[in-house]
């Protein structure tokens, strides 16, 4: 599976950005989970969200309330639409996704297999 985000950018604090990530390749797309971790410098990698193809969502208290996940299936895409950004939301957003995950795993960034090449977001104030 290939992951391909986009969306990153420069925005001002309380500003919205929508980031997107499409898979690609061969897979159980039936089974696939696809999410979201985000790593700021000088910090460790953090869960932001996870979603199924069912719709079953999680999110990091971090970010509830604020940040939305949605998918197209048909596409195998997910996106993740960020609301009132905050300078400690920035940080490398990597898409993930992984077809065996287990839901109590989704926070887990050992447990997926497929990992987009990050997309660079920056909340100033």
């Known amino acids: 599976v290939q992951l391909q985000a986009s969306g990153g950018g420069l925005v001002q604090v309380g500003d919205s950005l929508r980031l997107s990530c499409t898979a690609s390749g061969r897979a159980y797309y039936s089974r696939l989970v696809m999410g979201w971790f985000r790593q700021a410098p000088g910090k460790e990698r953090e869960f932001v969200v996870a979603t199924s193809k069912s719709g079953a969502t999680e999110y990091a208290d971090s970010v509830k309330g604020r940040f939305t996940v949605s998918k197209d299936n048909a596409k195998n895409t997910v996106s993740l639409q960020m609301n009132s950004l905050k300078p400690e939301d920035t940080a490398i957003y990597y898409c993930?996704?992984?077809?065996?995950?287990?839901?109590?795993?989704?926070?887990?960034?050992?447990?997926?297999?497929?990992w987009g090449q990050g997309t660079l977001v920056t909340v100033s104030s």
């Open positions: 993930v996704a992984d077809t065996t995950i287990i839901r109590s795993s989704w926070n887990d960034d050992m447990q997926y297999d497929y």
